[in-house]
């Protein structure tokens, strides 16, 4: 498993570096560092097999609902989650909105933050306890018909739903990566989405479910 932390503060980097060992005691945790927004748009690039980006809301060269938005243009298959010092529920509400797969305050402890990116990890949403989100007509399926996908986007659509990455799914499938990340842009597209996160959403609210058997 490969992470890519955000965060301007090396002490923060050096400790959630040190918890994210913890995430999964069967599997390696590779995590990699950036102290601005500049520098972790340049390592996603270069890191086509990352599997999770753990982003600082506050971050010297950007925020972090403009950084969320650069990721999910550009890398629309990757779970974004924003780290906040603050609790603040306007912004867990503004970051969701836009695609983040999750929103954590790093007031909280150790064992919330593992918690939090498992279920993140595993295809769903992560908000804090207590938080409800407003909804709002862009949240609303805009058509009275569902998207209609081809079977081998339903296969992946299946995969996407049950928390796999990109680079699981070519293996499951037998697909080149390049193919998979078409598939996922095809699918984004026929939910009218930007994001994997808020594809799995869209998904849900017409009615795909991820054990439903795969096409054949």
Known sequence: MKILVVDDHALVRAGLCQVLQGLDPDETTEVIEAQDCTRAFV????????????LDYHLPDMNGLAALSVFGKRHPELPVVIL?????PSIAQRVLEHGAAGFITKSGLSDELLHALRQVLSGEVYAPAGFIPNQSASQQPSDTS???FTPRQLEVLQLLL????????????SL????VKNHVTSILRGFGVKTRTQAALEAGRWGYDKSAPLAR
Do not use: K
């Open 162 to 173: 049950g928390g796999y990455s990109n680079r699981d799914i070519s293996e499951q499938l």
């Open 84 to 88: 906040s010092g603050s609790a603040n």
């Open 146 to 148: 569902a998207p209609i």
């Open 176 to 179: 080149s990566d390049e193919t």
């Open 43 to 54: 390592l996603a690039a270069a890191h086509p097999d990352l599997d999770l980006v753990l």
